[in-house]
């Protein structure tokens, strides 16, 4: 059973505000995922390499070549604010 | 602890009294931007100083829909650097996402390797490999405080233009001991990826960045302390010097019986402090999984084979083929080959067509003795005025007994400083050595008149009471007269 702590401290690494009133729930239900995971655990799978992927494909690389890139107006269009032609964001360090 | 001695830890310790001597345990990353064209997983170009965010497109901006596929030449440096290093290359190898919230990464992951990464194992000289892999840079950050240009708030502005750049990071067994075989293992690696080419390894550009693991553990024990981590030094004498003060700070700690905590350290080379950067336990929740837009690597026998054909003579083997065809001796051929910009140096000025030709363990001597003394340790001689084929013919002049070896270094100076050519210096200035063994004779004899107490000494049997003698010969030629030529004459005339 996970514990309330752990559900603040997982919000705390996803940057998500957890109300007091959604950590019992969340704790139950977070609970209930990993009981399933383990459930699954108990199959013997010691002679089974783990699946990184569904599709069975490999090698699929890039040759080293440019292509063009986005001009400026459009990708900081999208930003919420702009200085001195960068994506102007809060100070991480504040 | 006292200034000055820091390599020898166990002295150190002792010559404070305490009973304890500890040993430094340290092992480094080192980040290693690839010489490709275009970013790890887009077509975007590298950056070299464009204006921000000039460099991007939708897979590097992290923008919905986008997907990401790896290089095929980042892939074939990652396989280089693994040759060169000696380790065992994955056949199969998968990307993760390293998960982790800051606006260097629009994503908020990072592309990197985990459990399947591309080179594990392996060895440089002394020192094992780890593991090497790949993975993207992150966009730089620039931080605008409150005083500057941006009032009232604190605020950063994020240039994507490096974000994606490819890296390979190249991770140490904790094999290493001092601060100084630090600093001399990360330049032969250096050395290493520029023979490979796969990059431009200059780390006041950020091409090479350094992280080191260090924990102390009391001598004699293996088992290993509480180590921290000191991040992002940028230069070799700054990682020696980070290295060395935070040795220094864990022997405090511990000798005062006190515990080292683990944490990640930033070395300001200015005050020479180091500050914490962030809890530990918290940032390195990276949560990696595997990225599901990215297929696995499979490394087929082709492209072991291109990568087994692109790979250049190594440093090892560069200093065997000096010893053994050049006769140079073990330690010329090391240092020659092990800083490869002294090594290339040296085989261009060898290869200038200069008659009289430099002996080649004669001109290793002059280059990394004279020339890098006038240059400053750590300077490319390529970058200065002192062109290969002039070092080589005043070698050969010098060899030649055409100049002599003071008259010599007086035109390295010149060189050092205007450039030019030897033979031009030499007649301009009038550095020719003396070949008119009667006129030396004359000046000799002279220098013995004017120094009859220090004459009188060496007839006596010290020999060391030559030097007045030999300095006013000196003076009185310009340094011009061969030094031994000289102090055979004063023997000669004194009659011992």
């Not at chain 2, 006596?460 to 102090?487: C, F, L, Q, W, Y």
Request: aromatic content about 4%.
């Amino acid at each position: 059973m996970i514990g309330r702590d752990e559900v603040l401290h997982v919000a705390l690494l996803a940057r998500l505000a957890v109300g007091e009133e959604e950590l019992e729930p969340m704790a139950r239900e977070l609970s209930a995922v990993l009981d399933h995971i383990a459930k699954m655990g108990e199959l013997d799978l010691s002679d089974v390499p783990p699946t990184s992927h569904v599709v069975e494909l490999t090698g699929a690389l890039r040759p080293d070549e440019p292509r063009p890139s986005l001009p400026r107006e459009t990708v900081l269009a999208q930003a919420p604010a702009v200085s001195d032609g960068g994506f102007l964001v809060p100070s991480p360090q504040a | 602890m006292r200034d000055g001695e820091p390599q020898d830890l166990d002295a150190g310790a002792a010559a404070d009294g305490r009973a304890e001597a500890f040993e430094a345990v340290i092992g480094l990353e080192i980040h290693v931007q690839l010489a490709t064209a275009t970013k790890m997983f887009c077509g975007c170009e590298l950056s070299f100083g464009e204006p921000p965010n000039t460099r991007t497109c939708a897979v590097c901006l992290g923008l919905p829909g986008s997907l990401p596929v790896a290089n095929a030449r980042a892939i074939h440096f990652g396989l280089m650097i693994g040759l060169a290093l000696g380790s065992e290359l994955a056949p199969r190898s998968i990307f993760h996402r390293k998960n982790y919230f800051y606006p260097d990464q629009a994503k908020n992951y990072q592309i990197s390797q985990y459990d399947e990464p591309l080179c594990r194992g392996g060895s440089l000289e002394e020192i094992r490999i780890h593991r090497v892999h790949l993975e993207e840079d992150a966009a730089k950050l620039i931080h605008v405080g409150s005083s500057g240009r941006i009032h009232g708030s604190d605020a950063s502005i994020v240039d994507f233009n490096r974000g994606g750049t490819p890296l390979a990071e190249i991770v140490t067994e904790p094999d290493i001991r001092t601060p100084e075989q630090a600093g001399e293992w990360l330049k032969l690696l250096r050395s290493t990826l520029r023979r490979l080419g796969v990059s431009d390894v200059n780390m006041e550009e950020g091409s090479l960045r350094c992280d080191a693991n260090i924990s102390l553990r009391r001598a004699g024990t293996e088992e290993l302390g509480v180590k921290t981590e000191l991040k992002n030094m940028n230069s070799f004498r700054f990682i020696e010097r980070g290295i060395r003060a935070e040795v220094e700070r864990q022997r405090k700690i511990l000798s005062e019986g006190g515990e080292v905590t683990q944490e990640t350290l930033h070395f300001d080379p200015a005050s020479g402090a180091l500050t914490s950067l962030r809890s530990k336990e918290e940032a390195h929740d990276y949560r990696y999984f595997p990225d599901p837009d990215l297929l696995p690597v499979a490394i087929d026998r082709e492209m072991i084979d291109l990568a087994r054909e692109a790979m250049p003579e190594l440093p090892a083997e560069r200093a065997a083929r000096l010893q053994r065809e050049l006769e140079l001796s073990p330690e010329s051929a090391q240092r020659l080959a092990f800083a490869s910009e002294l090594g290339d140096y040296f085989e261009a000025a060898l290869d200038a067509a200069v008659d009289p030709p430099p002996p080649a363990q004669m001109l290793a001597n002059w280059l990394t003795g004279d020339l890098v003394a006038r240059l400053g340790d750590g300077e490319d001689p390529q970058a200065s005025r002192v062109r290969p084929a002039a070092l080589a013919e005043l070698v050969g002049l010098v060899a030649a007994r055409r100049v002599s070896v003071g008259a010599g270094r007086q035109v390295l100076d010149s060189l050092v400083a205007e450039g030019g050519e030897p033979q031009a210096i030499v007649d301009a200035e009038g550095l020719a050595a003396m070949d008119g063994a009667e006129e030396l004779a004359v000046i000799v004899a002279d220098a013995v008149r004017a120094n009859a107490d220090a004459a009188e000494r060496v007839r006596e049997g010290n020999s060391k009471a030559i030097g007045p003698i030999v300095g006013h010969v000196m003076r009185e030629t310009k340094g011009r007269a061969d030094g031994t030529e000289v102090s055979r004459l004063i023997h000669e005339q004194l009659g011992v």
